[in-house]
């Protein structure tokens, strides 16, 4: 006895400790108990309406399997693609299973489609997320899928339409519960994010515009496969077909996206920021005002990567990076052209823009002084501050310019900034015909030369 009562309470020591070293502890105090609490409201509600709602009639348990089937079917064939698609994803990831689990809500009472979101669901993080999502993000994001069908699901039952397959859904009820969907599940996810990202602006919280359409195209096809199940389920399989093309098709952008982004600051990398920058160029026009060029050198970046390591250095570039983006517009094109050197683009600029494009020079400069980049280490949190930035700036003509003659006075610019004891703002005006550009090897290459030699 006494021996099977000491297995009996090492066991549970056992199972307690693994508890305690579950993944989800790891996550930033503030941010557990949100992420429990949407955990537990998602199951208590499922498990509320389980025991408050009658079993499935036979033509809702036909509508539950086969959805339950077609999003598996679905993950099976688009394996790979979605696979890839998670590898070359930061952030909100569309994975276009909104198709079965928005029509599960459409044609199933609510905590039924919950039940099939979470089949869907799991199959998906096992198939194609496992290596990459931890259990632990995964079980959140499926209980903000499953609270979004709860939530569209009530709306249509409210709205009168029923829950039985084939019923008579109002074009506005299907509309408001396709946003009340989106809405629950987005701003959950957002949430979390914010939470645990304080200092994160509003296009890191929540997906890009063309990640809110995509998800928006694909609930619409989820409405489109409930009235299909309702009329006839075999015409559920004309949606796999262009269901699997736009997965292909979003693939495709992705890839593109990717390579055209730097992978440690996510602004454009020197290749894509040049072409872009030669179309905003050739695009100019009387009424687009003054066009002007920006190239930032962070001064004496070597000491940070000597001092605190290259993984340091990588997240100090990336603070700047992130600097560079709030202080210009959208529509400005910003780009690292490889090192600690940047470059950005700005068009509309007031008057001739020097004063302007010297405005936002200083600005840029002053930001970066009064960065302090905080760095997670073993030993505690790692405080680095104290850094520079030397600009150059240029203006195009009036009646346009090319874009190496561009680069060649802002980097000109750049040079003489440098020379007057950096953390300075400097314009350029002419570019001196003895002077080349052999002190910037990323510009020249960029604008097509290949990069000079140096000693």
Aim: with cysteine; proline share 5%.
């Amino acid at each position: 006895m006494g021996t099977d009562e000491a297995t009996e309470k090492g066991s549970s020591r056992t199972r307690a400790f693994a508890v305690r070293q579950w993944a989800v502890w790891s996550l930033p105090t503030r941010l557990v108990g949100p992420v429990l609490l949407v955990e537990a409201t998602s199951l208590a509600l499922v498990v509320l309406g389980l025991f408050g709602h009658p079993p499935l009639t036979p033509g809702q348990l036909q509508v539950a399997v086969v959805l339950c089937l077609l999003g598996i079917a679905h993950t099976e064939v688009a394996l790979g693609v979605e696979r890839v698609r998670r590898r070359v994803t930061d952030g909100n990831h569309v994975d276009l299973s909104s198709v079965w689990t928005f029509a599960a809500a459409v044609a199933l009472p609510a905590s039924y489609a919950a039940l099939v979101a979470v089949i869907v669901h799991c199959h998906l993080w096992w198939r194609a997320w496992r290596l990459r999502v931890p259990l632990y993000k995964q079980v959140f994001t499926t209980a903000t899928v499953v609270l979004a069908c709860l939530a569209a699901a009530t709306v249509l039952e409210r709205a009168g339409g029923g829950t039985d397959p084939g019923s008579d859904h109002q074009l506005w009820a299907l509309a408001l519960a396709l946003l009340v969907y989106t809405t629950v599940n987005s701003c959950l996810v957002a949430g979390a994010i914010a939470v645990s990202t304080p200092e994160a602006n509003l296009s890191k919280v929540f997906a890009p515009w063309d990640e809110n359409m995509l998800e928006i195209a694909t609930l619409c096809l989820g409405a489109l496969t409930a009235v299909a199940l309702g009329i006839n389920p075999w015409l559920v399989l004309l949606v796999l077909p262009p269901l699997l093309v736009l997965h292909r098709a979003v693939l495709v952008r992705q890839l593109e996206q990717a390579a055209s982004t730097d992978g440690k600051t996510g602004l454009l990398n020197a290749a894509a920021w040049h072409a872009q920058a030669e179309r905003a160029l050739r695009r100019v026009s009387r009424h687009d005002g003054a066009r002007g060029v920006l190239v930032l050198d962070l001064d004496h970046f070597k000491l940070v990567n000597d001092t605190h390591g290259h993984l340091a250095g990588d997240q100090v570039l990336a603070a700047v990076a992130d600097t560079l983006r709030t202080e210009v517009r959208d529509r400005d094109l910003v780009g690292r052209f490889g090192g600690e050197e940047f470059v950005i683009l700005l068009g509309g600029l007031e008057g001739s823009g020097t004063a302007e494009l010297e405005a936002v020079g200083e600005r840029i400069r002053r930001r970066v002084a009064d960065l302090r980049v905080e760095i997670p280490t073993p030993d505690g949190p790692l405080t680095v501050a104290g850094l520079t930035v030397s600009i150059g700036a240029a203006i195009s003509p009036a009646e346009g310019g090319d874009l190496r003659t561009l680069l060649q006075i802002a980097d000109t610019a750049l040079y003489t900034a440098k020379r007057a004891g950096r953390n300075v703002v400097r314009m350029g005006f002419t570019l001196p015909s003895h002077h080349a550009v052999q002190h910037s090897p990323h510009l020249s290459a960029a604008a097509g030369e290949p990069p000079a030699a140096t000693g």
